[in-house]
């Protein structure tokens, strides 16, 4: 499963740096450019976790996502000040099917952040993706979370990739630091021992971040570099036999293996 937050360019202002509306929109929209041309060149299926207002500001791309990828929530806004409500569920997901034309059956909530689980039941959810069982210091411990896909509180949950040893997160800050030698071995180990991956990136991370205040480790490699790195993960999967599918599609052949 290849997953891209769909979001505003608002991690600058993590850093102290305001960035315009309009910019973070248009630094989101060119690294989909590039995203898309790799998913297009491998006839691969995403899915891509949206926000509400991303969705509502750019309708156009995000109708021609649906007609081929999935289109699940990323709830309604991602700035790093919004003080996220239930509601926002609810208004990401009207938004969403709205714009795309699709059953929005997915789930992720910005920056992985805790939040109310049974909110998703109470408005139909299939799954949730918003659980990454590492331990990353400063923002959380989640050792003690199960790392294979598993039903919980009624929902399906999908978590975020970490190795079967030591549960190295498999996440898009590695992708951008590791030696794709290095990351692509630890995919294809754990695809191997675990049956599923799910790996999960932003497409801005795909566009040039050099006029951006941004710690080394956030941008040191983006834009055409990070999207030819991207290629070859792809590649260097494919020659593992790896099948991709979007979320939804695996949590149909996850409940058809696992009924009873």
């Known amino acids: 499963m290849l997953t891209f937050d769909l979001e505003e360019f608002d991690i600058p202002e993590e850093y102290g740096q305001k960035v315009s509306e309009t910019d973070q929109m248009q630094v989101t929209l060119r690294g989909m450019e590039n995203v898309l041309s790799v998913l297009d060149a491998h006839d691969i299926r995403a899915t891509f976790f949206t926000t509400g207002h991303f969705a509502a500001e750019n ?70 993706s918003s659980l990454n069982p590492t331990w990353l210091p400063g923002r959380y411990n989640l050792l003690g979370e199960d790392p ?48 599923n991956l799910m790996l999960y990136f932003h497409p801005w991370e795909f566009a040039d971040l050099s006029a951006y205040t941004l710690p080394g480790y956030v941008k040191k490699t983006d834009g055409d570099k990070l999207t030819a790195k991207l290629d070859r993960l792809i590649r260097a999967m494919k020659k593992r036999n790896a099948a991709f599918v979007t979320c939804n599609a695996f949590c149909d052949k996850w409940e058809g293996d696992n009924q009873g």
Request: aromatic share 10%; net charge positive.
């Open 59 to 128: 309708p156009a791309l995000i109708r021609k996502l649906a007609q081929k990828h999935e289109i699940a929530s990323h709830a309604l806004v991602h700035a790093p000040m919004h003080v996220f409500r239930e509601s926002d569920i609810a208004d990401s997901r009207s938004i969403l099917e709205a714009v795309s034309g699709q059953t929005v059956n997915g789930f992720r909530m910005p920056r992985l952040k805790p939040f109310d689980r049974a909110a998703l039941r109470r408005e139909g959810f299939r799954y949730d």
């Open 148 to 195: 294979l896909p598993n039903r919980t509180d009624g929902l399906i949950e999908l978590p975020c990739s970490t190795t079967p040893w030591l549960r190295f997160p498999l996440f898009w800050l590695s992708f951008k630091n590791l030696p794709l030698r290095i990351y692509a071995g630890l995919c294809g180990l754990t695809l191997r021992k675990r049956g």
